[in-house]
Nanobody
Framework: QVQLVESGGGLVQAGGSLRLSCAAS????????MGWFRQAPGKEREFVAT????????YYSDSVKGRFTISRDNAKNTVNLQMNSLKPEDTAVYYC??????????????????WGQGTQVTVSS
């Protein structure tokens, strides 16, 4: 089992920044590719960003590329999402997730076995 707890969400004005963190416990964190997903009211959950086990490979959705940065610290068992130039359409509950350990990374939510409880991000216009 991997337990994931997100933090760092909140209310921010458009153009502002937030940094989300996800703390992992349980099995060896460095064994798992990690990802961030989000779900806005009335919409399906969507992929945001993913990072490989060693942190060397990252992949982003087109909607956040160039504005968001995913990173991880395997010594601290954390994965972060730095969000800059936020837009109202970024408003959602953001979820941290751990992917199947044999994947390099993944944008497919079906390939994630562990999920956090989510943290709300609200961007006002």
């Amino acid at each position: 089992q991997v337990q994931l707890v997100e933090s760092g969400g909140g209310l921010v004005q458009a153009g502002g920044s937030l940094r989300l963190s996800c703390a992992a416990s349980g099995r060896t964190f460095s064994n798992y590719p990690m990802g961030w997903f989000r779900q806005a009211p009335g919409k399906e959950r969507e992929f945001v960003a993913t990072i490989s086990r060693n942190g060397e490979t990252t992949y982003y959705s087109d909607s956040v590329k160039g504005r968001f940065t995913i990173s991880r610290d395997n010594a601290k068992n954390t994965v972060n999402l730095q969000m800059n130039s936020l837009k109202p359409e970024d408003t959602a509950v953001y979820y941290c997730a751990a992917a199947l350990p044999w994947k390099i990374y993944s944008s497919n939510s079906d390939e994630y076995g562990y999920w956090g409880q989510g943290t709300q991000v609200t961007v006002s216009s």
